[in-house]
């Protein structure tokens, strides 16, 4: 499984969690990596990404402050570092990897956050 997830759970409001997503068959050094989340009833939406492992970082507005994207020293590990947790953060959020200059692509298994009191 070329991506694997942790890190979910069930925090209260204004909690902190990170997420990690390890890749067994390669680095990040030549994906850039993205965070994605879908709520219930919802489409899967963007949530963060970094360009080749420690290169540009984007956010999506509503996350734009409180959570970090990052990757290990040695870029086989994605981070998602979630602070000031709101109710509206619930969702199963998923990594992503696509390869740079070609169509390859992996998702991970998806972990569920769940913030409420």
């Known amino acids: 499984v070329p991506l694997v997830e942790s890190g979910g759970g069930l925090v209260q409001p204004g909690g902190s969690l990170r997420l990690s997503c390890a890749a067994s068959e390669f680095t990040f050094n030549y994906y850039v990596g993205k965070w994605y989340r879908q709520a219930p009833g919802k489409e899967r939406e963007f949530v963060a990404g970094?360009?080749?492992?420690?290169?540009?970082?984007m956010y999506a507005d509503t996350v734009k402050g409180r959570f970090t994207i990052s990757t290990d020293n040695v870029r086989k590990t994605l981070y998602l570092q979630m602070n000031s947790l709101q109710v509206e953060d619930t969702a199963v959020y998923y990594c992503k990897a696509e390869a740079v200059g070609t169509n390859n692509e992996y998702w991970g298994q998806g972990t569920q956050v769940t913030v409420s009191s």
């Open positions: 970094v360009v080749r492992g420690g290169g540009r970082t």
